[in-house]
């Protein structure tokens, strides 16, 4: 049974996508069976695992979601597209914004995507789901479907408005519509250890989120091979493999394995 953890934080930029991407291949590293959904009609995760153009992807999130609504048989492979570095995807394009609108209608709205993670839960060790920069109905999918959210939160950037909105709509999901969501932590990422003491940072963030909120205690360095790992659709792992950057989502890694 999987363990289905969203990566949520509806400030655009934070790095959801890159912890997506490398801590679900650390996740298949350690031998575990990983599925990564692409929730953002960007598809930043999609291109970023070697899919430069995903609108050109004809079965993706969307079809899926779309067919769960419509109550249409989803062949047991459909959407699933396969990373070299051992990790299933779910691929997302702009057809996900298209289904915004459609799940304006849709009865249980909110229930859709869980209906299919539920689906494939016996399948996968870990699904991990990349959300959108926003907090509309596709995100609340997300929430509804997952059992644990990571957090990212730009080390330079202390975001105190737009975190207590994500920590307001958790709360709301959490009451209504999915009882055992809790949040794994915050994860502090893009740390520049020239200009931020990241002791500081989480210090800061504890004060201002008090202590029901965890923060990881991994934090992940600002490091240009982060980015030119995802532009050579490869984790960091394999493109920077000695890198401080790698350790540290190799650090993450153990850390939500608990190890
Ligand atoms: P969006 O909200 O648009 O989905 P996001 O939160 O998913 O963004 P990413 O796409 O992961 O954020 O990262 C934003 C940019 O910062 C990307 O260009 C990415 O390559 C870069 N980046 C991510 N992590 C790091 C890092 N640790 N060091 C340096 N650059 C990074
Ligand atoms: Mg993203």
Known sequence: MALVIAVANQKGGVGKTTVAANLGIGLAREGKRVCLIDADPQGNLTASLGHPDPDSIPDTLATIMMRVINEEALPADIGLLHHEEGVTLIP???????????????????????????????????????????????TINTLVAADEIIIPVQAAYLPVVGLQMLI????????????????????????????????????????????????????????????????????????????????????????????
């Open 92 to 138: 997302a394009n702009m057809e996900l914004s298209g289904l915004e609108v459609s799940l304006g209608n849709a009865m249980s709205r909110e229930m859709i995507l869980k209906e299919y993670v539920d689906s494939i839960r016996d399948s996968f060790d870990y699904i991990l789901i990349d959300c959108m920069p926003s907090l509309g109905v596709v």
């Open 168 to 259: 307001k709509t958790i709360s709301v999901v959490k009451k209504r519509l999915n009882k055992s969501l809790t949040v794994r932590g915050i994860l502090i990422t893009m740390v520049d250890y020239r200009t931020n003491l990241a002791k500081d940072i989480t210090t800061m963030i504890r004060v201002a989120y008090g202590s029901s909120i965890g923060v990881m205690e991994t934090y992940i360095p600002f490091s240009v091979k982060v980015a030119e790992a995802s532009a050579e659709g490869v984790s960091i792992y394999r493109y920077a493999p000695k890198s401080k950057a790698a350790q540290s989502y190799s650090n993450l890694t153990k850390e939500v394995l608990c190890l």
